[in-house]
């Protein structure tokens, strides 16, 4: 028979993904039902227009549309 290798306990992987997602804003899971910010892909999510939170004004300049502004409140701390 073989003898067993030496115990060697888990490494905890959820303090180093706690530590990556410190300055993440978005809240929950990436499956809860409130859209998420994303920042690295935002000129795609201009283009796209997923929740319709933008409006064009002239190519690469974009505003918050009405329902942008009430998104954002969604994610604005009651504090302020």
């Known amino acids: 028979m073989l003898d067993p290798l030496p115990y060697r306990p888990r490494t905890n992987?959820?303090?180093?993904e706690?530590?990556?997602r410190?300055?993440?804003p978005n809240r929950g899971s990436?499956?809860?039902?409130?859209?998420m910010m994303t920042v690295p892909n935002a000129a795609k999510?201009?283009?796209h227009d997923y929740y319709g939170w933008f409006e064009r004004v002239e190519r690469g300049v974009y505003a918050l549309s009405p329902a942008?502004?009430?998104g954002?409140?969604?994610f604005t701390p009651p504090d302020g």
């Open 22 to 24: 410190i300055d993440d």
């Open 45 to 47: 999510i201009l283009r």
């Open 72 to 74: 954002l409140e969604s």
């Open 13 to 16: 992987n959820l303090l180093g």
């Open 18 to 20: 706690h530590q990556r």
């Open 30 to 35: 990436s499956t809860s039902k409130v859209p």
């Open 68 to 70: 942008g502004r009430r």
